[in-house]
């Protein structure tokens, strides 16, 4: 069956780098689109990068210019480097796999893993 594992996550300090990996199986094949989601405290959720087939990646504004995403296919592995770490980055981080774009919301065919927690102390 279809799984996504991630892994990676912990507690830094403003300014501080993670990087996040997530390893991916059973699906039939190539997820159209791969990314990252992220679950805050207060409950929201908000996208912040995603790769399709095409190599075509998009990120959120919110993480632009900070974080990047990469993927390897051989190894069915997602990667999240997330530089220049705020405290408003703090959240439960989610490998996700979709039919399409998941930037504007997660499809009704969207699968996901367990996350992986991130902690940014100030």
């Known amino acids: 069956q279809v799984q996504l594992a991630e892994s990676g996550g912990g507690s830094v300090q403003a300014g501080g780098s993670l990087r996040l990996s997530c390893v991916y199986s059973g699906f039939t094949h190539r997820p159209a689109c791969l990314g990252w989601f992220r679950q805050a405290p207060d409950g929201a959720r908000e996208t912040i990068a995603e790769?399709?087939?095409?190599?075509?990646?998009r990120y959120a504004a919110s993480v632009k210019g900070r974080f990047t995403i990469s993927k390897d296919n051989a190894k069915t592995t997602l990667y999240l480097q997330m530089d220049s770490l705020k405290p408003e980055d703090t959240a439960m981080y989610y490998c996700?796999?979709?039919?399409?774009?998941?930037?504007?919301?997660?499809?009704?065919?969207?699968?996901w893993g367990q996350g992986t927690q991130v902690t940014v102390s100030s």
């Open positions: 790769i399709d087939t095409e190599g075509t990646i």
């Open positions: 996700a796999a979709d039919r399409s774009s998941f930037l504007y919301g997660l499809g009704a065919g969207a699968r």
